[in-house]
């Protein structure tokens, strides 16, 4: 079953001198629990992607179809709540809140959204992430793989079809980075989430389902491509 249907898909920045074409007329289909790495150089505009998928950028023209809603074509209001409950985002820098606890940081997507907090997910995303010690430790009490283990259960507190990350080992040493790896594949497989991972990792890539290359704004390589019509 398709989650998500990209059709010439364009951003662009700037105008005149200065325009930029982020991205050119990008197209592709992702079928639900796909584990993918999105690889490719600097500036090629692979984090642009992303964050167009998560509902967070905006792209100049073209569809982003998740679960059959062209996101392209919500509000700002109805793509916050979309983005809330359909999609996990993970981040380099993990983007926890310094004043909230371990606990806290991971429920708050729920709370912002007024739904109860469902116990069971988070003491079992707590144990697979090796959190049980830590639920009341802020931010800054936590080591770097901590706290990526933090806004991975964040992200997943919503079981959202959806899991994007934005090269979530950059900022962490080999072991760590290792460990959340095997993390992200762990939930893939036991929870069927469809996983985009922006990274520059050798590790993911090669666990990785399917490896998608951007260059200079186009896909140059799909290892998994199913072939889609232009719109």
């Known amino acids: 079953m398709k989650i998500l249907?990209?059709?010439?898909?364009?951003?662009?920045?700037?105008?005149?001198?200065?325009?930029?074409?982020?991205?050119?007329?990008?197209?592709?289909?992702?079928?639900?629990?796909?584990?993918?790495?999105?690889?490719?150089?600097?500036?090629?505009?692979?984090?642009?992607?992303?964050?167009?998928?998560?509902?967070?950028?905006?792209?100049?023209?073209?569809?982003?179809?998740?679960?059959?809603?062209?996101?392209?074509?919500?509000?700002?209001?109805?793509?916050?709540?979309?983005?809330?409950?359909?999609?996990?985002?993970?981040?380099?820098?993990?983007?926890?809140?310094?004043?909230?606890?371990?606990?806290?940081?991971?429920?708050?997507?729920?709370?912002?959204?007024?739904k109860k907090v469902n116990k069971t997910l988070l003491d079992d995303l707590v144990k697979k992430l090796g959190l049980t010690d830590r639920l009341k430790y802020l931010p800054n009490q936590l080591s770097g793989g901590q706290q990526q283990r933090v806004s991975i259960g964040r992200a997943l507190m919503n079981n959202p079809a959806l899991l994007l990350a934005d090269e979530p080992t950059g900022n962490l040493d080999s072991k760590n980075s290792k460990e959340i790896v095997e993390l992200l594949r762990k939930f893939n497989r036991e929870n069927n989430p469809t996983v985009i991972i922006i990274t520059h990792d050798e590790r993911i890539a090669l666990s990785a389902d399917r490896v998608i290359t951007i260059e200079d704004g186009t896909i140059t390589k799909d290892s998994g491509r199913v072939e889609v019509s232009a719109v």
């Open 5 to 114: 249907e990209i059709r010439n898909l364009c951003k662009v920045y700037g105008k005149g001198e200065t325009r930029v074409d982020a991205l050119k007329n990008i197209s592709f289909d992702v079928e639900q629990g796909e584990f993918i790495a999105i690889v490719g150089p600097s500036g090629s505009g692979k984090s642009t992607l992303l964050h167009i998928l998560g509902g967070v950028d905006s792209p100049t023209t073209g569809v982003v179809n998740i679960s059959g809603t062209d996101i392209s074509k919500l509000d700002e209001g109805k793509l916050a709540i979309f983005r809330r409950r359909h999609i996990g985002l993970i981040y380099q820098f993990y983007n926890l809140i310094p004043i909230l606890n371990v606990e806290e940081n991971m429920t708050l997507p729920l709370l912002l959204d007024g």
